[in-house]
């Protein structure tokens, strides 16, 4: 395992004639902007490139796959470089992992400050706002000419994972980044319509039955909700289109930290968020899970009532450590 360069990656990736893309699963803009982005710019160049996924792309995000998704596993055997987009450890690509490994070379590329370098060549900046900037960077050191729609992918990428440049990790370098995608012409009014202005009336009604199952505790500095498969029969609505709940109940005035609690199969997938000082990747990491201090996340193996204990308890703790 070797931490690298973006021009190692960047080099490897234009010696290959055939590349596998890896976005982590339940992906979100970051991931499939950023994939997408970079399948474009390997096509362009004549390179046989897919993003391969095991799951339905949602709704909100459909847009940046231009063609490029498959979940074929056996579309390009043995490829010459398989590439994780936006994934901190194996786990996030658990399904396809096999494929995976069968790369020549595997590479990651990632801002995860959890991130355990998996692969053979991994590029990891942990003070970058979304993998969509080490993405653009990326195909900045390719000298690849910057399209309008690779760009409108990348913007994608970018806005969803810095909350449309509101969260503290947005930076001067997000904006410099934006401000060049924004002179390829693309369309940045169809992405806000696209991502923020797309739902079902499905997931309109699983966002009532999400929110009417909240419970604030730790005095409401913190709430957490529940996704049942019953919910989801009564809405009629996807795990999919779960996606940004937990944002949203982390917008409620003196909330720190969010927590939305999946019913999957037999297991529990936890989304935790927090609003200033709390640091949802340190419980995350108590789990087995990772993410970001600010936006984290892991899976427990339990009943839905014993997990929301577990879950409740810890939050709890890290409310009383920021007392101190």
Do not use: W
Not at 70 to 79: A, E, F, G, R, S
Not at 165 to 178: D, G, Q, S, V
Not at 212 to 217: D, K, L, N, R
């Amino acid at each position: 395992m070797k931490n690298c360069s973006l021009k190692e990656i960047g080099n490897g990736l234009l010696e290959a004639k055939t590349v596998l893309l890896f976005p982590h699963v339940q992906m979100d803009g970051d991931a499939l902007g950023s994939a997408s982005a970079i399948c474009r710019a390997l096509r362009t160049m004549g390179k046989q490139a897919y993003i391969l996924i095991n799951e339905v792309v949602p709704a909100n995000i459909m847009f940046l796959d231009d063609g490029f998704c498959t979940t074929d596993m056996d579309i390009l055997p043995n490829p010459d470089v398989c590439l994780a987009v936006d994934c901190s450890d194996i786990s996030r690509i658990e399904g396809r992992k096999t494929v995976f490994f069968q790369g020549t070379v595997t590479m990651c590329i990632d801002h995860h400050v959890t991130n355990e370098a998996f692969a053979d060549l991994n590029f990891v900046d942990r003070h970058a706002a979304s993998t969509g900037e080490i993405s653009y960077r990326l195909l900045q050191q390719m000298e690849y000419p910057m399209d309008a729609l690779s760009a409108q992918a990348l913007y994608a990428a970018m806005a969803t994972d810095t909350g449309n440049f509101m969260y503290t990790n947005t930076t001067r370098e997000t904006h410099l980044i934006a401000a060049a995608l924004f002179e390829t012409g693309m369309d940045h009014g169809k992405i806000g319509v696209e991502i923020y202005q797309n739902s079902r009336p499905e997931k309109v009604k699983l966002t009532a039955l999400c929110f009417a199952s909240m419970e604030f505790v730790g005095e409401g500095k913190a709430n957490i909700a529940l996704i049942t498969q019953d919910m989801l029969k009564q809405a009629g609505a996807s795990m999919e289109e779960t996606e940004g709940l937990v944002e949203q109940m982390r917008n409620i005035s003196g909330i720190e930290i969010s927590c939305i609690m999946k019913e999957d199969d037999d297991r529990i997938k936890v989304s935790m968020r927090s609003k200033t000082n709390g640091d949802v990747a340190s419980i995350a990491r108590n789990f087995g899970g990772g993410g970001h201090k600010k936006a984290a996340g892991f899976t427990l193996e339990v009943p839905m009532e014993e997990a929301k204990v577990l879950v409740k308890n810890a939050i709890l703790q890290q409310l009383k450590s920021l007392e101190g």
